[in-house]
T-cell receptor, first 113, second 115 residues
Framework: DTEVTQTPKHLVMGMTNKKSLKCEQH?????MYWYKQKAKKPPELMFV???????INESVPSRFSPECPNSSLLNLHLHALQPEDSALYLC????????????FGQGTRLTVV | GQQLNQSPQSMFIQEGEDVSMNCTSS?????WLWYKQEPGEGPVLLIA?????ELTSNGRLTAQFGITRKDSFLNISASIPSDVGIYFC???????????????FGQGTILTVHP
């Protein structure tokens, strides 16, 4: 099973709303990631979790707040977003073995209105 | 930081034609990955390359890890309509280290296949 599951698939939110994106994997991967992707552009790394601890924050604004409740779950809490934050948000996971293959979820298409 | 230069940016081909795309970098990479992304979906890993000179196939797809470690190519033979999508090359963000999936991506090649 090489599946990373993200929910919801689509989300529309107002600029004053609070919402959360969820990601789950059962591959035993101990590294999990959030990427942001604009249309026809490559994914851009936002956060990296290693063994449930935040190891990398790529200077992401504080209106994005990641959380890793356990080794299988990764959340991204959203608050006071701007229309320019509209994008496809991708979760990914990988082994911590030096093998750099990352497996991606299908993404959450976020629209901020 | 490291950059991956991917070309061509887009390709419009007829069904049955072969396709070739490549990725180059000014830095050495220890791993090259090729992903395909279809509209509305996340990237799917097609091929992973770990050794300089390595040639790996996955069905109609063939990818090679360049001898200099600074380039890789992906070929698709006898293209079919379901090959449409964006193809990305990727490598570890820290070219020499074990970045555990923190990836640098090329800009992507948009492939359109006409029946």
């Amino acid at each position: 099973d090489t599946e990373v599951t993200q929910t919801p698939k689509h989300l529309v939110m107002g600029m004053t709303n609070k919402k959360s994106l969820k990601c789950e994997q059962h591959m035993g991967h101990r590294a999990m990631y959030w990427y942001k992707q604009k249309a026809k552009k490559p994914p851009e790394l936002m956060f990296v979790y290693s063994y449930e601890k935040l190891s990398i924050n790529e200077s992401v604004p504080s209106r994005f707040s990641p959380e890793c409740p356990n080794s299988s779950l990764l959340n991204l809490h959203l608050h006071a977003l701007q229309p320019e934050d509209s994008a496809l948000y991708l979760c990914a996971s990988s082994h911590m073995s030096g093998n750099t293959e990352a497996f991606f979820g299908q993404g959450t298409r976020l629209t901020v209105v | 930081g490291q950059q991956l230069n991917q070309s061509p940016q887009s390709m419009f081909i007829q069904e049955g034609e072969d396709v070739s795309m490549n990725c180059t970098s000014s830095s050495i990479f220890n791993t090259w990955l090729w992903y395909k992304q279809e509209p509305g979906e996340g990237p799917v890993l097609l091929i992973a390359l770990y050794k300089a000179g390595e040639l790996t196939s996955n069905g109609r797809l063939t990818a090679q890890f360049g001898i200099t470690r600074k380039d890789s190519f992906l070929n698709i033979s006898a293209s079919i309509p379901s090959d449409v999508g964006i193809y990305f090359c990727a490598g570890p963000y820290d070219a020499g280290g074990t970045s555990y999936g923190k990836l640098t991506f090329g800009q992507g090649t948009i492939l359109t296949v006409h029946p």
